[in-house]
């Protein structure tokens, strides 16, 4: 079993900061990568962050993305936020599992951020 967990949302004013963390446990062999990605009430599923070097056009210059291998986790710092940025945030990780060749996609509960004052 392979799971992804996240962290850290919440309710903040516009202009703050969050940090969301995103963790993955279990029967794990090799995580290839963890990226973030947000979906608005009504809107579709998109990446925010992936690697360390892509961000949405949105969010450059706010949002860093960082990880860490050995804890299996990524990170979003989250910062200058906006209302516009009120969206549930989704960790998406490409796994290995322990008992597999081959890795598959996995995504995590996600976790409601919402900006507003």
């Known amino acids: 079993q392979v799971h992804l967990v996240e962290f850290g949302g919440g309710l903040v004013q516009p202009g703050g900061s969050l940090r969301l963390s995103c963790v993955a446990s279990g029967s794990i062999r090799r995580v290839d990568s963890m990226d973030w990605y947000r979906q608005a009430p009504g809107g579709q599923r998109e990446l925010v962050a992936g690697?360390?070097?892509y961000y949405a056009d949105s969010v450059k210059g706010r949002f860093t993305i960082s990880r860490d291998n050995a804890k299996r986790t990524v990170y979003l710092q989250m910062n200058s936020l906006k209302p516009e940025d009120t969206a549930v945030y989704f960790c998406n990780a490409q796994i290995v599992a322990a008992y597999m060749v081959t890795g598959r996609e996995y995504w995590g509960q996600g976790t409601q951020v919402t900006v507003s004052s």
């Open positions: 690697g360390n070097t």
